[in-house]
């Protein structure tokens, strides 16, 4: 189990908003920047979102994330077939003294 | 443009040590600015931070491998090399290498989680 809680799976039709949480604690999202990745099947991840909510050039603007708390959140707008992926949110935890990843969701677009 | 390319055996016997190189190419392994990393990730399951490296030798372990992990850079080759010891079958996963961009940041005071970009990965089974 890891130490971030994301929903196993999410899913949505095309054209819709979807959500992806990532829940976590003081030590971790309370305190530090929130990145998220993007597998798509049978790829490597690929960087989504940066110290929150700051898109790499290339990332469509349907892309959105924030924080609050003790807690995190990736928003997709406009929902398209080609965004079916992984979605992972990672951070640095401070107890642990290393990196850690959410356990994934699974965003089917039906 | 960066691009890494992981490489090494892709079967490895239990209580062996595992042996992966990370070839970087478009930029140098020796600037100053940059990290470079080791994430794996088991069949079907998530992503795990291994350890982080600068040209240096200034790392980042994961506490949880610590003990079994040792990572090297060779700036002559362009490459950065991880070694997994005593593997055993939860040590079967796609490795992948990465650039780690910032893994502290001054400015802020913040560890950023910030990979990219990432390696294609290679699948590595232990079993004997």
């Known amino acids: 189990q890891s130490v971030l809680t994301q929903p196993p799976s999410a899913s949505g039709t095309p054209g819709q908003r979807v959500t992806i949480s990532c829940s976590g604690s003081s030590s971790n999202i309370g305190a530090n920047y929130v990145y998220w990745y993007q597998q798509l099947s049978g790829t490597a991840p690929k960087l989504l979102m940066y110290?929150?909510?700051q898109r790499p050039s290339g990332v469509p603007d349907r892309f959105s994330g924030s924080r609050s708390g003790t807690s995190a959140s990736l928003a997709i707008s406009g929902l398209r077939s080609e965004d079916e992926a992984d979605y992972y949110c990672a951070v640095w935890h401070d107890r642990l003294s290393g990196w850690v990843f959410g356990g994934g969701t699974k965003l089917t677009v039906l | 443009q960066l691009q890494l390319q992981e490489s090494g055996p892709g079967l490895v016997k239990p209580s062996e040590t595992l042996s992966l190189t990370c070839t970087v190419s478009g930029v140098s392994i020796s600037s100053t600015s940059h990290y470079w990393a080791w994430i794996r990730q088991p069949p079907g399951k998530g992503l795990e931070w291994i350890v982080t490296i600068n040209y240096s030798g200034t790392t980042y372990n994961n506490p949880s491998l610590k003990s079994r992990v040792t990572i090297s850079v060779d700036t002559s080759k362009n490459q950065f090399s991880l070694k997994l010891n005593s593997v055993t079958a939860p040590d079967t996963a796609v490795y992948y290498c990465a650039r780690h961009i910032s893994p502290y940041y001054y400015g802020s005071g913040n560890y950023e989680a910030w990979f990219d970009p990432w390696g294609q990965g290679i699948l590595v089974t232990v079993s004997s």
């Open positions: 110290r929150d909510d």
